[in-house]
């Protein structure tokens, strides 16, 4: 019970782009895992982790990258980047500057 409630809360973590609390509660099912569907399933958010750490890897090294002015389309509307850092991403979209911060998750347009 404990390492499937850890579980879930690593995977929790995992959509709210908390890497941190997300290996911690991964550590706990590790030690609570008991029986070996407990350890794959274990072996399976570890993979998430560890590929979730290695998009956000990606991104911090590609947004800096970006040109500025570099304009784009979604979902109809034309953006433009504003600026591109390994944290965060600005654009301009319908006459507004948005950002997007990598650690957390964009629940809306700030």
């Known amino acids: 019970m404990r390492a499937t409630v ?4 690593a995977r929790t973590a995992l959509v ?11 550590d706990l099912a590790t030690v609570y ?6 350890d794959a399933e274990v072996a399976r958010v570890q993979r998430m ?4 750490e290695l998009f956000w890897k ?7 990258k970006l040109e500025v002015g570099e304009e ?3 979902n109809g509307f034309v953006g433009g980047v504003v600026e591109g ?7 301009r979209a319908q006459g507004r500057d948005r950002e ?11």
């Open 100 to 110: 997007a911060r990598c650690t957390r998750s964009p629940r809306r347009w700030r």
């Open 72 to 74: 784009f389309t979604v």
């Open 16 to 26: 709210e782009r908390d890497l941190e609390t997300a290996k911690q509660q991964l």
């Open 85 to 91: 850092r390994a944290d965060m991403l600005v654009i």
């Open 58 to 64: 990606a991104v911090s090294e590609t947004l800096p």
């Open 49 to 52: 982790v560890d590929y979730v």
């Open 6 to 9: 850890a579980l879930a809360e």
């Open 33 to 38: 895992a008991v029986t070996p569907e407990l």
